[in-house]
């Protein structure tokens, strides 16, 4: 299931949106997942309409939902010949449509007798409650043997195929619990059936049971023991699917600088997909409390090199490693538009002007004794008066050290240098912390020679 | 050569006069028989590889002696005798194991009785005795008493002997009497009888005759002499078998009856021979005029058989790599079989040829150091690129590789068809050894010695080799270095059949073959010498064309009174072809393929030298990144000094590429990381270009020839001056200011960046007398001190002075790489600057800064936000003035001190742990080790893991 990746075979147009990342990322995506991209792209972006529909077609190619690919094939009509070229007929997709019935069926009754027994909320509840809920206990009790689990596993995964994500979660759900309760290790079917889960959650909205999958996803790479390469690709996809989770999960900010910050995972990022770099870095931004990941991210900036098409990194490479404010300012209006064409993050874009402004100005502040508000409204992309108002803010919120000189129209700023004696004070702070470590460490030394 | 062309003279009259012989089959039997006694009368001097034993080896060798014996006997030579007495004694010594097993020879007993004999003759002919020169008579002297000394011990045996002098050769060794060697006997008795009865008019025979006491002996021993003791080696060889029952039933047997048709035919020729026998007794003296003969005498030009081709074949191979043996006699006559093969017997055979004359030209040079001269090579590779051409002319067919057993199987065979035709006239002519030694393979399998791949890898080695011999600055070089493509282009085919076959392993050993002959060259150069190849093959030397034709466009009026009519036609073009599986034009595309082809297929050394070209290739077309993710990605900073010493040196290549790389592209900080160990020291012996002297290193000879065996050939060879002068200036762009700010006394003590720069700034510092600058070093060290005061102008004038930049690859490259350069320098210098006298001021105007350091604004803006926000610089901006108002600390006298005290503690509790647990050595190292991950934070950060690519430099050798 994991090893689907759909590509968008729409032919875009490049000026429609030059930051559109959706061709890179769909690659990545499980072909379910790029629905809600298209249709956000659909709506908010200048593709053509029939382009994306054409994508959407393609899409639906290797999956069973026969009936909505009718529906837009259809829609599509033969009078857009060149769209069209290449796409099944709609009497061949119904052909498809039944053989796809079939197969559910088929599949439906070999399934019958687990489903049956799982089928039930109450009694799993009760299961559950009276500890029979194992894979042996059902085996025992009733005759449910690792083939009907495979069978078991295979329609769900049918079920997914068909758009029938909540149904692919439960049985999925199901089949995990039983067949890999906890401490025991996926195996390969239990790896696709985890993958499978928490695209079904993801497609389902439920992003704490995706946050959840995605922890366990993410162990489970590590302990699957692929070869490197394998596990690199996983890790890419995991990276993409994570996306929707932590751009919608409430504490996704936190969990998508500490994954992708992750070693592993940064070095997925920087080999295989480095447009990602575009979320870590929107996410540090607008996360006020990680503002210590900001170095690390910096640095790793530093070290890509063809990351010039992206406003985003471009913003803070300008910021941090070339100082260059005019072009932070000429790239932050650039951001704007990025960060609205963007599925993951059109709902951040206003905080992350306001931060990035922020990230400007206080760099400006740390070195500069006089600023012209002037000039710092131009540099903030905002009006003078509203510049005022938004230092003053600053100001009152002791966010910042400064005055307004009025009539120059200036922000001065109070000098910061560290004097002589704080100097003094923070080297010998932990002096004594230091020699009380090292006091004790000889003692156990000393009480391990005697 | 007289006495094979007598041989086959003979033939004739034999089956003339044979009663039996009627049939043209017959006929050919005894063509084959001919052969093969030709090959078993040569072996006698080196042992043959399927029939001879250790004994008979040395039974021969001192037959070989006794006949020389002999032959001084006969012209009384007593120096001779005494030598080869001495040598007889010796391989008696040798044989002695042989001896105990077998008893005394019986032939080494007689020599000894008849030596005695004539001695004792020659003493008692006293005039004789007095014409005799005087070394003559001094060695008769020394025979007289060395012999009755030696015979003292074989005394039993000698008697013995005297008693029955007639008693056949056989009964010495009395337990392998058999019918065969009795056989044997007789035959040797009718031939010398026959030689007795009819020679006469040859003078040694006459001189024989004289000795009449032991006709029989002595007419054996001129058989010796004449060193075609056919019946009795073949005895001698079918009783090892039978004594030493090794062999099957069946081989035994067969070796028996083998032998009985020899002799028999030895019998006959025998016969009719005689009348011509002067003849061969004049030229049979020399073991190598026979082989010689052997080979010239196999009548090439004739027509033959597949089976005699074959056999043909057989015969030359056989006398390959054999004492005497002429090789150039060896090479022409399997260049002739060859060419035979090529018009009439078919790929198989020819492949099977082709493969014997390369290896044999293989064979030509003895010693390592030699390398394999131009024209062999040539032909070599044009022979090479023959069998490329049929295997890929005959999809389907694929070499196999003959091994030792085949090859004693296709003896055998050989041997078996013989019998064979001799016994029931068997029409199985076609049948191949090949076939016959691997009747399990597929048909289409050639089973040919050597293997492709091996010769290949050779003829690459000689190349290579001769590169490095050849002085690069001679015409010679130049012209060697035309084979190049001829060699990569064979080498497209090799590897294209390679994948035919489906062994990929040795196509990826061949695509690496062709990187590395690839990746050192830049695309514009590659492209030139291509068309220049395209252009050599179709139109000859760009030379020997018409003046007037060489860069005339294609004339559209033909008047001979206005133009030169060898213009007309226009210049000659020639388009550049490539193999199918490289691009035209495309250098980098042609790499990358056989790259990932490698990294598909290869093993792990394939691989990480195809991963080191491709780097060093990438890095010399400035695509640093590529190359630096390649690098990282390989994670062969942490392998590269366990590998073996060549791919050190191509990693280090590879390296200092990706180091002029990164300085090329203005990449100050990378370059410095990758050129700074390799050229801290040792560069030439890093990168193998050129040998330190003697005098100074500390290499026993053996390594100095190691070392000199791997130099990279001249041509491949990476500027040192340029090299050299990038490191230099990208050292002091990062160390001036790292000094200055310590000089400045505003960042503290501050590690060293470049120890090298250092040192070699502090030798420049106390020189007494600084003249101008000379060399390299000289201008950027100068330069670094005009760097150190911010006076950008003069450093930038003297670094930019030097000639190198002039090497930097690329078309504008070298322009482009100053300007860099003058930037940089702009910035450093602003920056060292500030670091140093930013402390005389209290504020400084932007304005001023840009016009002083000629900068734009905005970039000296940001250098020096940069330093306020690394708080490299204490101050900050007056944005409505644009100055920088520094804000000065000057700490009073106490308070310094309190900064100091509070150092100095830090430092001891720093140190405490470290001493109580004992280990302040190792803590001290750590600290050094990641301050230089610092360093190169660039290559760490990416993989965290320890790849410390010092470590790895520091372990290189």
């Known amino acids: 299931m994991a090893s689907e990746t759909a590509q968008s075979t729409a032919s875009k147009k490049v000026d429609a949106s030059e930051y559109d990342l959706t061709q890179k990322i769909s690659p990545f995506l499980d072909a379910h997942l790029v629905f809600p991209l298209l249709d956000f792209l659909e709506e908010n972006t200048s593709y053509e309409a029939g382009s994306v529909q054409r994508a959407r077609l393609d899409l639906l190619a290797p999956t069973n939902m026969v009936d909505y690919a009718i529906e837009i094939r259809s829609a599509l009509g033969d009078a857009n010949a060149a769209l069209v070229e290449g796409a099944p007929s709609v009497e061949a997709m119904e052909a498809r449509r039944d053989a796809v019935f079939e197969a559910m069926e088929a599949l439906e009754a070999k399934v019958q007798r687990v489903a049956e027994v799982l089928e039930d909320a109450e009694a799993v509840e009760q299961m559950k409650r009276d500890g029979t809920y194992t894979a042996a206990d059902l085996e025992a009790k009733h005759g449910i043997g690792p083939a009907n689990w495979a069978d078991y596993f295979e329609f769900a995964k049918f079920l997914y195929e068909c758009g029938d994500y909540e149904g692919a979660r439960d049985m999925l759900d199901h089949y995990l619990a039983l067949c890999f309760p906890a401490g025991k290790k996926l195996d390969a079917s239990g790896f696709r059936a985890l993958w499978g889960k928490f695209g079904s959650e993801v497609l389902l909205k439920n992003w704490e049971g995706a946050l959840h999958d995605l922890g366990r996803l993410r162990a489970a790479i590590d302990d699957f023991g692929a070869p490197p390469l394998e596990q690199l690709q996983q890790r890419s996809w995991l990276l993409h699917w994570s996306l929707f989770v932590f751009f919608n999960h409430a504490k996704g900010h936190d969990g998508i600088i500490d994954l992708f910050l992750n070693e592993k995972y940064l070095q997925a990022i920087q080999t295989n997909c480095p447009w990602l770099l575009r979320y870590l870095t929107t996410a540090v931004i607008i996360n006020k409390r990680r503002r210590s990941t900001l170095k690390d991210l910096v640095r790793v900036i530093t070290m890509e090199h063809d990351l010039k098409a992206d406003p985003v990194t471009q913003f803070l490479e300008c910021l941090y490693v070339k100082f260059d404010f005019e072009g932070a300012q000429r790239t932050l209006a650039e951001c704007d538009k990025a960060l609205r064409s963007d599925y993951f993050l059109c709902n951040c874009a206003d905080a992350f002007m306001e931060d990035a402004r922020l990230f400007v100005f206080e760099t400006y502040c740390r070195i500069h004794t006089k600023i012209d508000i002037g000039m710092l409204s131009d540099k903030l992309v905002m009006e003078r008066e509203k510049a005022e108002r938004w230092v003053v803010d600053l100001i009152r919120g002791a966010l910042l050290d400064a005055k307004i000189d009025s009539q120059d129209s200036c922000v001065v700023m109070g000098t910061d240098t560290t004097s002589v004696y704080s100097q003094v004070i923070d080297k010998t702070r932990d002096l004594s912390n230091r020699s009380a470590a090292l006091l004790s460490a000889l003692e156990t030394k000393i009480c391990e020679a005697n | 050569m007289a006495s094979s062309r007598f041989w086959a003279g003979s033939d004739d009259d034999s089956s003339e006069d044979a009663s039996d012989a009627s049939s043209v089959e017959e006929e050919k039997v005894k063509t084959a028989n001919r052969w093969a006694t030709v090959s078993d009368s040569e072996s006698s001097d080196e042992g043959e590889r399927v029939v001879k034993s250790a004994k008979d080896r040395a039974w021969d060798g001192m037959k070989a002696v006794i006949a020389k014996i002999g032959n001084s006997k006969k012209i009384g030579d007593w120096n001779g005798i005494q030598t080869e007495f001495e040598n007889l004694n010796k391989m008696v010594d040798k044989a002695k194991m042989h001896i105990m097993k077998e008893g005394l020879p019986r032939f080494y007993v007689r020599t000894l009785a008849e030596l005695e004999d004539f001695l004792f003759e020659a003493l008692k002919d006293k005039e004789a005795q007095k014409k005799m020169s005087a070394s003559n008579g001094r060695s008769l002297n020394r025979m007289k008493l060395t012999l009755r000394k030696h015979n003292k011990t074989y005394e039993s045996q000698i008697a013995a002997y005297k008693a029955d002098p007639d008693a056949p050769d056989a009964e010495d060794d009395a337990a392998s009497s058999d019918d065969s060697s009795s056989d044997d006997d007789s035959s040797d008795d009718d031939s010398s009888d026959d030689d007795d009865s009819d020679d006469d008019s040859d003078a040694s025979e006459s001189e024989k005759e004289k000795k009449a006491e032991k006709p029989k002996k002595e007419a054996k021993n001129l058989e010796d002499m004449d060193s075609d003791d056919w019946a009795s080696s073949e005895s001698e060889s079918s009783e090892s078998e039978s004594e030493e029952e090794t062999g099957a039933l069946k081989g035994r047997a067969k070796w028996l009856k083998t032998t009985v048709v020899t002799t028999k035919r030895v019998k006959k020729e025998k016969k009719v021979d005689p009348k011509k026998k002067e003849k061969k007794v004049e030229d049979a003296a020399s073991l190598a005029s026979k082989a010689k003969s052997s080979l010239a005498a196999l009548k090439l030009d004739e027509p033959m058989s597949g089976e005699t081709f074959d056999k043909k074949l057989l015969e030359v191979v056989a006398s390959r790599g054999r004492k005497g043996t002429d090789a150039r006699e060896l090479l022409a006559a399997l260049e002739a079989l060859a060419g035979k093969a090529k018009r009439s017997f078919g790929y198989a055979r020819e492949l099977g040829a082709l493969m014997h004359l390369i290896a044999a030209q293989f064979d030509a040079n003895r010693t390592i150091d030699d390398y394999m001269d131009v024209a062999t090579w040539r032909s070599c590779h044009g022979q090479l690129g023959r069998v490329v051409a049929v295997l890929s002319a005959h999809p389907g067919v694929s070499l196999g590789s003959i091994d030792d057993d085949d090859f004693a199987d296709m003896h055998v065979a050989h041997a078996l068809a013989k019998k064979k035709k001799g016994e029931d006239e068997d029409e199985e002519e076609d049948e191949k050894p090949e076939a016959a030694a691997a009747p399990n393979d597929d048909p289409d399998a050639v089973k040919v010695v050597g293997n492709l791949l091996t010769f290949l890898a050779r003829l690459e080695d000689e190349y290579v080799k001769s590169l490095q011999r050849i002085n690069p600055h001679t015409h010679e070089y130049v012209s060697r270095l035309r084979d190049e493509a001829p060699l990569t282009d064979l080498a497209a085919g090799v590897q294209a059949y390679y994948v035919r076959v489906g062994d990929d392993k040795a196509a990826a050993t061949v695509a690496l073959l062709r990187v590395e002959h690839m990746y050192y060259k ?436």
């Not at chain 2, 230099?728 to 200011?737: Q, R």
């Not at chain 2, 510092?765 to 911010?790: I, S």
Request: proline residues 3%; contains cysteine; charged residues 25%.
């Open chain 2, 522 to 957: 830049h695309e514009s150069i590659a492209s030139a010498v291509r068309d220049a190849q395209a252009y050599r093959a179709k139109w000859g030397n760009r030379g020997d064309a018409h003046a007037a034709s060489r860069h005339a466009a294609v004339a559209t009026e033909r008047d001979a009174s206005k133009s030169h009519p060898g213009a007309w036609l226009g210049a000659a073009t020639a388009a550049a072809t490539a193999p199918d599986d490289e691009v035209v034009g495309d250098a980098s595309a042609s790499v990358r393929k056989l790259c990932e082809y490698v990294y598909a297929h290869g093993d792990d050394r394939c691989r990480t030298r195809a991963l080191l070209c491709h780097v060093a290739h990438h890095a010399l077309h400035g695509r640093f990144y590529v190359a630096r993710d390649l690098l990282l990605m390989s994670h062969l900073q942490d392998t590269a000094y366990m590998s073996d010493v060549e791919t050190q040196i191509l990693y280090n290549r590879s390296m200092v590429m990706l180091g002029l790389c990164a300085f090329r592209n203005g990449l100050i900080h990378d370059a410095h990381a990758c050129l700074a160990e390799i050229c801290s020291s040792r560069v030439k012996e890093l990168l193998a270009q050129g040998m330190q002297s003697a005098r100074f290193s500390d290499k026993n000879p053996e390594q100095e020839k190691a070392e000199r065996r791997r130099q990279t050939p001249y041509h491949m060879h990476i500027n040192l001056d340029l090299l050299e002068c990038c490191h230099l200036t990208a050292a002091m762009l990062l160390e001036v200011p790292n000094m200055s700010v310590e000089a400045g006394g505003a960042g503290g003590h501050k590690r060293p960046i470049s120890r090298h720069f250092r040192k070699h700034l502090d030798i420049f510092n106390r020189q007494v007398f600084t003249g101008p600058p000379e060399n390299t070093r000289d201008h950027v060290l100068c330069a670094a001190k005009a760097l150190g005061v911010g006076d950008w102008k003069t450093c930038a004038d003297l670094v930019l002075r030097l000639d190198v930049w002039a090497l930097v690859p690329g078309a504008g490259e070298g322009d482009r790489v100053k300007a860099m350069i003058e930037d940089k320098i702009k910035a450093e210098a602003l920056r060292t600057y500030l670091f140093a006298y930013s402390s005389a001021y209290d504020a400084l105007s932007l304005p001023q800064l840009c016009d002083m350091f000629q900068l734009p604004k905005n970039v000296a803006h940001g250098l020096v936000s940069k330093m306020m926000i690394n708080r490299e610089l204490k101050g900050a901006w007056d944005q409505p003035t644009e100055t920088i108002v520094l804000h000065r600390l000057e700490p009073s006298p106490l308070q310094a001190l309190a900064l100091h005290y509070a150092d100095k503690a830090a430092a001891l509790v720093e140190a405490r742990p470290a001493a109580a647990y004992g280990d302040a050595q190792r803590r001290r190292g750590d600290r050094r080790d990641g301050g230089n991950r610092g360093s190169n934070a660039n290559y760490k950060a990416r993989h965290g893991d320890n790849q410390d690519r010092r470590t790895a430099s520091q372990r290189r050798w």
